[in-house]
């Protein structure tokens, strides 16, 4: 993916004034599953993304890929396994990036074992042929051989359970290289600043801004899909002013420590916290993430912050269940996500997770809601209407067994030979071409294992513009230990330069400019 050449295939086909068939505002899991599955009917689609592709939400996420166990308290049984099937076929299409995780709930009390095995065996059943491993009630000690930091003290036993986990934005990066792989063409740093309109008043197209050049693209297009997550009533406004609000946002922080805080391969799930909700400690990239709280927020935003009572909730609720009890100073990074809920009555953990297709009286169709997990569902729904919406050929969905860039086969099995780049899948091969050259093996800092070449690799291969976006999303530096991302950030700026052709004061710029931001991944 070359962004000088995207640019080139917007501006010759609004010269030569045909409309693409499909043009997507907004590059997360929604946005990019809908580019994908356009793109690989055989339509042709552009997408727009304001910042980063994944720099909302669907870089934030708990690195989940499941049906949610919470949602089957709820009892909503439909969700639960439409999410299960899709958290199978998301393994079967990305296994370099999707794998089987296992989960224990510990029981501290005796009603707890009978009460969360039989929920968990039903989560199994609703899995049917997608399933991932069957559940089942541990001893005391078979829960500690497990889960060796958990506080043995008063502990009666547990239940294993088995869901899937990721890496978010290394899946989107995929996603977005699946979508070029198949002719779509893909913008970062290029917002949507307002929708065209035929002689009727139908939305028709959309203009954007280059951020790099300034230049506006007018894009023609016979559908326009509004993703952009806790953003789509603002860009709903772009076509009616007065549209009313259709998502509401909550907010939700992860602390990730250290490894030892959570020993062995397996995550620790509590099931209710004090407040009603689920919390994970889940293992990821050599680290422990703990996660997640449920805020309302008023005003969205793409760099949301953490609240103080958010920091100490995870804290408190994950000293119960450790033998040493995590501290404000062992934390190495905190980061926010927010999640754009369909509006409806209540609280915002009870607020519906399904996701919704809406189309306004201008004919801009907004798709919303949902999760990571059924980002491939939404997909396929969104695309289905498109095709409807702006009389496109009607072209069957292709993604169920659509391989994802970089897919090999069998990736997803664990057996200790795991390396650093596996979530690069079939272009770890490429990374490790670049290693031969000695300068690019270097490691960037000692507490985190990224090296240089993966550096060549996001600015060349993968349209990385900035210093945040390869320390942010294509590595995960930033949210495993922000203090290393600081460190690193020099390093990789003159990478990064070098790649790109920037000067010595675009360096010095983007340090200043991602060492403020850093500061806020970090708790002091
Ligand atoms: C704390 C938290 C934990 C979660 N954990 C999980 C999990 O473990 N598993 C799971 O399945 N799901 C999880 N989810 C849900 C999941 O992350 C979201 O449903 C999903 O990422 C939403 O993706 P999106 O594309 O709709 O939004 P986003 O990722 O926010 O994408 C919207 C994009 O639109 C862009 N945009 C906005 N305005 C414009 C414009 N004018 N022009 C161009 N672009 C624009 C934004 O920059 C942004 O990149 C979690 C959510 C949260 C908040």
């Not at 045909?18 to 997360?28: E, H, K, L, Q, R």
């Not at 930091?149 to 934005?169: C, I, K, R, S, T």
């Not at 009572?309 to 995870?314: A, Q």
């Not at 090296?451 to 320390?471: C, F, G, K, P, T």
Request: charge should be negative; charged fraction near 25%.
């Amino acid at each position: 993916m070359r962004r000088e050449e995207m640019v080139r295939r917007v501006r010759e086909r609004n010269e030569a004034q045909i409309p693409w068939d499909i043009a997507v505002i907004g590059g997360g899991a929604t946005g990019m599953g809908v580019a994908v599955d356009a793109a690989a009917r055989g339509l042709s689609v552009v997408l727009v993304e304001a910042h980063d592709f994944g720099k909302g939400t669907s870089s934030r996420s708990t690195k989940l890929v499941h049906g949610g166990v919470r949602y089957l308290e709820q009892g909503n049984i439909p969700l639960v396994m439409s999410a299960l099937k899709e958290r199978g076929l998301m393994r079967q299409n990305a296994p370099h990036l999707v794998h089987d995780l296992a989960f224990i709930v510990p029981n501290y009390s005796w009603w707890e074992a009978p009460f969360y095995g039989i929920g968990l065996k039903l989560y199994d059943l609703l899995a049917g042929k997608y399933g991932f491993g069957a559940s089942k009630l541990l001893s005391k000690n078979e829960t500690l051989a497990r889960l060796p930091a958990l506080e043995p003290e008063g502990l009666l036993g547990g239940v294993v359970y088995y869901d899937g986990q990721f890496d978010d934005a290394r899946l989107l990066i995929h996603l977005a290289m699946t979508a070029a792989d198949h002719g779509a063409a893909l913008l970062n740093y290029c917002p949507a600043t307002g929708l065209l309109r035929d002689a009727e008043g139908y939305v028709n197209g959309v203009a954007a801004r280059d951020e790099e050049t300034g230049e506006v693209l007018t894009i023609p297009a016979r559908c326009v899909v509004n993703a952009t997550g806790v953003f789509t009533d603002s860009v709903r406004q772009m076509a009616d002013p007065n549209a009313e609000q259709l998502v509401v946002t909550s907010q939700g922080i992860h602390l990730v420590f250290d490894r030892s805080f959570l020993k062995g391969d397996t995550a620790l799930m509590v099931p209710r916290t004090s407040d009603g909700r689920v919390l994970f400690v889940i293992p990821w990239h050599g680290h422990a993430v703990a996660g997640t709280t449920d805020t309302p927020v008023d005003e969205p935003s793409l760099e949301p912050k953490p609240l103080e009572e958010e920091i100490e909730f995870i804290l408190e609720t994950a000293s119960r269940f450790f033998a040493r009890p995590p501290s404000r100073k062992d934390v190495l990074a905190v980061y926010v996500g927010l999640r754009p809920l369909v509006k409806g009555e209540g609280k915002t953990s009870a607020l519906s997770r399904d996701h919704l297709i809406h189309v306004d009286t201008s004919g801009l169709l907004t798709i919303t809601g949902g999760k990571w997990t059924t980002y491939r569902h939404m997909a396929e729904d969104c695309v289905d209407h498109a095709i409807t919406l702006g009389k496109l050929p009607d072209l069957p969905c292709t993604t169920k067994n659509l391989k994802i860039h970089g897919y090999i086969e069998n990736s997803d099995k664990r057996d200790g030979t795991e390396t650093q780049f596996d979530v690069y899948g079939s272009d770890a091969e490429a990374i490790r071409t670049l290693a031969e050259d000695p300068k690019l093996a270097m490691q960037l800092y000692p507490d985190l294992p990224y090296i240089a070449a993966e550096v060549v690799w996001a600015a060349r291969a993968e349209m990385a513009r900035s210093v945040e976006d390869v320390l942010a999303r294509h590595t995960r530096a930033l949210f495993l230990n922000a203090a290393a991302a600081i460190a690193m950030a020099e390093p990789v700026a003159k990478l990064l330069a070098a790649e790109l052709g920037r000067d010595q004061a675009w360096v010095a710029a983007q340090v200043k400019e991602f060492c403020a931001l850093a500061e806020q991944y970090r708790v002091r």
